[in-house]
């Protein structure tokens, strides 16, 4: 079965600008993922979604990040405007459902560079 | 809110030896999940090896197994025989079967070297 794809790989851009990532999860998960890896550090969750209804997003900075997923399939991750320390790689991840049980599969990542 | 320790930035191991990579966590809760993700470089995440906390059995999955210590909250992994193909970042991660939503806190990583 074909896993997460994630695009762009690679994203450089200025600070201040802004930045969309794409997620398409593996078909017929539920549940979606989207985490911040800084370099050096564990990744961090910053929204699940069920289908297109969030789960969480507590540790998402809603003043400039955004993401949705309207139709419980593909998912977009906004950043405006993006700043130094946005720089990362932002994971996509997908299970088949909500709940500790079900495995995470994660996505190549998208590597954000802002200047 | 918990948290995930991995005190060894960095490790290396000779091929078909064996190696431990230590992580302790700090939870007030009894029902959760643990768990060992490997990142090689460019690549993806993957699962290695689940435990779930009810248990008492350490989980193994062929050359891996852990060390669960849930009084001690430590939950190491020990990679047997080693492969070239075992290089990667390790990552322990926590997950609450208590709360909501399906969060992993992960730890800040182990770099694993496998020397020929």
């Known amino acids: 079965e074909a896993g997460v794809a994630q695009s762009p790989r690679y994203k450089i851009i200025e600070k201040r600008q802004s930045v969309a990532f794409w997620c398409n999860p593996i078909?017929?998960?539920?549940?979606l993922y989207w985490y911040q890896q800084i370099l050096g550090q564990g990744p961090k969750l910053l929204i699940q979604?069920?289908?297109?209804?969030?789960?969480?997003d507590s540790q998402l900075p809603k003043d400039r990040f955004s993401a949705e997923r309207l139709k419980g399939v593909d998912s977009t991750l906004k950043i405006q405007p993006a700043k130094l320390e946005d720089s990362a790689v932002y994971l996509c991840?997908?299970?088949?459902?909500?709940?500790?049980?079900?495995?995470?599969?994660f996505g190549p990542g998208t590597r954000l560079t802002v200047l | 809110a918990q948290t995930v320790t991995q005190s060894q930035p960095e490790m290396s191991v000779q091929e078909a030896e064996t190696v431990t990579l230590s992580c302790t966590y700090d939870t007030s809760e009894s029902d959760y999940y643990l768990f060992w993700y490997k990142q090689p470089p460019s690549r993806q995440m993957i699962l290695v090896i689940r435990q779930e906390a009810y248990k008492q059995q350490n989980a193994t999955e062929n050359r891996f197994s852990v060390n669960f210590q849930k009084a001690a909250k430590s939950f190491s992994l020990k990679i047997s025989d080693s492969q070239l193909g075992d290089a990667a970042m390790y990552f322990c991660?926590?997950?609450?079967?208590?709360?909501?939503?399906?969060?992993?806190?992960f730890g800040e990583g182990t770099q694993l070297t496998v020397n020929p």
């Open positions: 991660a926590y997950r609450s079967e208590e709360t909501s939503g399906s969060r992993l806190t």
């Open positions: 979604f069920q289908n297109n209804g969030v789960v969480d």
């Open positions: 078909s017929g998960h539920a549940t």
């Open positions: 991840a997908s299970s088949l459902r909500e709940g500790p049980y079900n495995e995470q599969f």
